[in-house]
């Protein structure tokens, strides 16, 4: 396999519920979803090492034969992709795309919105590259945005601590500095994809009247439309439905919190970058 499939990345697990929502979207295409675990999370790291990093794994997946590859991070998304777009597969892979999670929610955000106020939770490096205000911003000016990162929501996820009590502390902890920030937000993004893992938390201290925004229907809904407009790449990817799934990092960790993301059983190989 790997001739022409679609490849989906991300620095760990949060992907795979993108990942979910595009096989239930597009289901007869076939997949590789890389996780680079060894190296994750990517939040913290600095703009070069994450774009050295997304930029690795983004070639390890042409090498497997992947012609277009989703950044199903937004970390990636918002320290590496343009740079990949414009610098990189130009000059090295000119038949290859590679596309990412921010424009595709930047695009329909103004939908979910009345007041022009939206609240946006990310990592520390989502919030800082703030290119959710950027791209919002170019598309619909008149939109506030308002970002509150959150560092604890990663760790509690990918230690499975995210449905204890004290999930709870952080999860309220991060929504009252999000909303002490303006009371007139109506549409928070959880702009990581880890985050809807915590959504039945978050709605439960949510106050009524906002809307909590999940990206991997955004992202699904956009890659279809994509591949709609663009059948010179559609008609390159094979369609027989398989999925292969790999990681940096412990196969067998992989496998059982994957499982937990996905939904299902996930059976992986650990290859180096």
């Not at 939040?43 to 070069?48: A, E, I, K, Q, V």
């Not at 995210?162 to 902890?173: E, R």
């Amino acid at each position: 396999m790997g001739k022409n499939s679609i490849g989906v990345f991300d620095s760990g697990f949060g992907g795979l519920t993108v990942f979910k929502s595009i096989i239930s979207e597009l289901p007869d295409y076939d997949y590789i979803y890389f996780g680079d675990n060894a190296r994750a999370p990517y939040g913290d790291h600095s703009y070069d090492t994450v774009y050295n990093y997304t930029l690795e794994c983004v070639e390890w997946l042409f090498s497997r034969g992947c012609s277009l590859v989703i950044l199903a991070c937004n970390t990636a998304s918002a320290k590496a992709l343009r740079s990949i777009q414009q610098k990189v597969l130009p000059v090295k892979y000119p038949d290859r795309r590679v596309l990412g999670v921010i424009r595709p929610t930047a695009e329909v955000i103004n939908q979910y919105t009345k007041r022009n106020k939206v609240g946006v939770f990310g990592t520390r490096g989502t919030v800082k590259s703030a290119s959710y205000q950027i791209e919002i911003n170019k598309l619909f000016p008149e939109i506030e945005v308002v970002q509150q990162s959150c560092p604890m929501w990663v760790p509690l996820i990918e230690n499975n601590e995210h449905l204890g009590a004290g999930a709870d502390y952080f999860v309220k902890l991060y929504l009252e500095k999000l909303l002490s920030k303006s009371h007139e937000i109506d549409c928070i993004l959880l702009a990581c994809t880890h985050y809807p893992l915590i959504v039945p938390k978050i709605q439960a201290y949510l106050p009524e009247g906002i809307t909590l925004l999940s990206q991997a229907e955004i992202v699904s809904a956009s890659l279809k439309d994509y591949l709609n407009r663009h059948p010179e790449i559609e008609q390159q990817l094979n369609k027989q439905g398989r999925q292969q799934f790999f990681t940096s990092g412990d196969a067998s960790v992989f496998n059982t919190l994957a499982s937990v993301f996905y939904g299902r059983t996930v059976v992986s190989e650990r290859v180096k970058v």
